[in-house]
């Protein structure tokens, strides 16, 4: 992993968080998780700060 963008947003009927996950030598990763807290998100930022980017 060499970085790591998030992007959230919120409106009175849909949130929705999205993270990428940028790769030397590949393209990006990007998931998207609707809610106002899902676990994916989580579960990702707490595994890009244990690994930290290269």
């Known amino acids: ?3 790591l963008r ?3 947003s919120a409106s009175l009927l ?3 968080h999205r993270v990428e996950v940028e790769r030397r030598g590949a ?3 990007t998931f ?3 809610g106002l807290e899902p676990a ?3 579960v990702l930022l707490r595994l890009a700060a244990r ?3 290269e």
């Open 6 to 8: 998030r992007t959230s």
């Open 1 to 3: 992993m060499t970085g």
């Open 32 to 34: 998207t998780a609707l």
């Open 14 to 16: 849909m949130a929705f």
């Open 40 to 42: 994916l998100i989580g």
């Open 27 to 29: 393209p990006p990763l």
């Open 51 to 53: 690994n930290g980017p």
